[in-house]
Nanobody, 124 residues
C-alpha cells in the first residue's frame, strides 16, 4: 500500500515562497508518476503540476507556470513543489497524488493514491 505524506505548508505573505514535500512509503517510489493538486474553500480541486517517474518531464497548470517548480528525488522517495511569488489566490489545501506508470494527467481521477494535504495560506 502506498502512503503519501505532505509537509511544508504554512502562512506566508504575498510574494513569498514555500517548498512543499511529499514523502512516499510502502512501494517503489520511482515507479509512480506524482502530481500536486490543490483545493481552495468552496472550490473544486484543481491540478497544479505533475512529474514523470524519472523526473525527466514535467507538466504544469497555467496558474503554476513560471512560479512553481515540481521535482523529485527518487533516492529519498520524495517529491517537491517549490512555490515562488505566492499570491492570495494560491491559498488552498495542497495534495500530493501518485499513479502507476509514466503518463501525466491533470485529472485527479487518474491518480490512485493521495496524501492528507497540507494547508497553504497566503496573506495580502
Amino acid at each position: 500500500q502506498v502512503q503519501l505524506l505532505e509537509s511544508g505548508g504554512g502562512l506566508v505573505q504575498a510574494g513569498g515562497s514555500l517548498r512543499l514535500s511529499c514523502a512516499c512509503s510502502g512501494r517503489t517510489f520511482s515507479t509512480y508518476t506524482v502530481a500536486w493538486f490543490r483545493q481552495a474553500p468552496g472550490k473544486e480541486r484543481e491540478f497544479v503540476a505533475a512529474i514523470r517517474r524519472s523526473g525527466g518531464a514535467t507538466y504544469y497548470a497555467d496558474s503554476a507556470k513560471g512560479r512553481f517548480t515540481i521535482s523529485r528525488d527518487n533516492a529519498v522517495n520524495t517529491a517537491y513543489l517549490q512555490m515562488n511569488s505566492l499570491e492570495p489566490e494560491d491559498t488552498a489545501v495542497y495534495y500530493c497524488a501518485a499513479r502507476e506508470g509514466n503518463l501525466m494527467y491533470s485529472s485527479g481521477r487518474e491518480y490512485m493514491y493521495w496524501g492528507q494535504g497540507t494547508q497553504v495560506t497566503v496573506s495580502s
